[in-house]
């Protein structure tokens, strides 16, 4: 069994695999975070980036890319750190690489999906035994802890959270704790100063050394204790078809971490699972199919790709929003129930060490607008349809919170972070899903159909949204699927 990749489909798709007595491989193209560089850190914080951050590049390239209207983007050495973006004409869309994908970089936020809006996004899917079955197995299996209310009253580290309440409850609008893979007992004991800091030392997209509940310390971990589990990392797949003898011939780049090439592999798997992310999985079956490869793949692979409906902002005000931060959010603003603009906003800390008066925001949106993966003959690449246009229903949406705060509390927006008077952080996005979606280019459990043995397992599934932040729902999701699978096609 090959799994293309570590997050959190490929993670589960692993330890199921392996718990089910079944030999599995998995092949992740960037590295093992486990050993610590010279300052005897694996990871590097926000406010001094160095190679560790970024996937192969020679500048960050950060959410918040301007302060003050000046570009705060540092030149860093070529390495294969745990951050990518990958730039589609008009977006940007940020991705873990590494033992562990997204779930090394990201804030933790562990949200299940409102059920209703899960069911409109996934008809398919019994969601009686999602809600009674998968979404707890998930929560349990990631980690899924609560902060305690009255610690988040005092604690000095979310004060720029209490703020943004505050000025929301003011303008009418609802906000809702978020549950998180961070331990917040591990948090607690951070602001005591008893444990090294790692949630409260900016750290955070660059990967967190302590405290977080990663992929490589839940699923994989479990999946390596059975004893059958390999890792090949720093391994990329660049091709996938039928071999002669049967099964599928796997070619595999192997990189050194300055992202040459060591050595071109060939392996023959009986089945492969697509888990490299919406990104990831899109491009490659995009690429067999246009190469002739996996000519029989459905017209919809490369289809119904969405953002999440992400967009960044922020407020200028007097509020204090405190020198010292929480690198993990903890609090949303709620109004999913506006039928004229659905908005789940997560109030994001500015973890820069100092007093900043910035109050950061990321919604999520309800955008209908989905693009088009599409190979690219003349550049040998795959291609994002994916326009600038494309992010204004999350913008307005997203306006008739901020504008009605704002109005509120006499405060502004800030046109300063996200490139000179430039209000919306509408080019990026760290929510992609879609592009092989379930039950359109695949059957109701990820099979890819015309090939026996290859499925798909991770974010490509879901359509373009989920209206929270996703991984408890690719997980829940791959949870769903490989039972099925391991039961009706490995048994
Ligand atoms: P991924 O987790 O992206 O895993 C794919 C893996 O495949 C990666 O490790 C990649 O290196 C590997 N890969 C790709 N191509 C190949 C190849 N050709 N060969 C071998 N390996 C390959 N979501 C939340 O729910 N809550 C949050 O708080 C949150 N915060 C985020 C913050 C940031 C900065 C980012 C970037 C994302 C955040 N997300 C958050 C999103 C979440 O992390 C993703 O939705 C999730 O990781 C996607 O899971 P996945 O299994 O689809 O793929």
Redesign the pocket.
Known sequence: MLV???????AVAALRLTQAGIQTHI????QSWTTPGSDGKVFCDMLNPDGRSFWLKTKTDQPVGYFLGIPVNKTIPKYTGV?DTESFGAIRV?????VG???L???????TPRRSYFEEVLPSVDSDEMYSKYFPRANAALGVNNIDPAWFETADCYQFARVSRMRAHNAGFATTFVPNVYDFDYMRREAAQEVPRSALASEV?YGNNHGKKSLDKTYLAAAAATGRLRISTL???TSVAPASGGGYAVEIRQLDTSGSTVANKTVTADRVFF????V?TSK?LVSMRAQGKLPALPSAVGEGWGNNGNVMVARAGLDLTGALQSGMPALGIDNWADPAGPVFAEIAPFPAGSELWINLYLAITKNPNRARFTFNASTGKVDLSWTSGMAQPSIDAAKRVFDAINKKAGTVYRTDLFGGYKTWGDDLT??PLGGCVLNQATDNYGRLPGYRGLYVV??SLIPGSTGV????T?TALAERNIEEIISADLA
């Open positions: 293309i990749g570590s997050g959190y489909g490929g092949v992740e193209m960037g951050l940020y991705q873990g690489r590494g994908g997204g779930s970089v990201n804030g933790g936020m562990a949200v997209i391994h990329m797949v888990a490299a992310g919406s990831g490659l760290y929510h991770d974010g932040n996703p991984f408890v690719i």
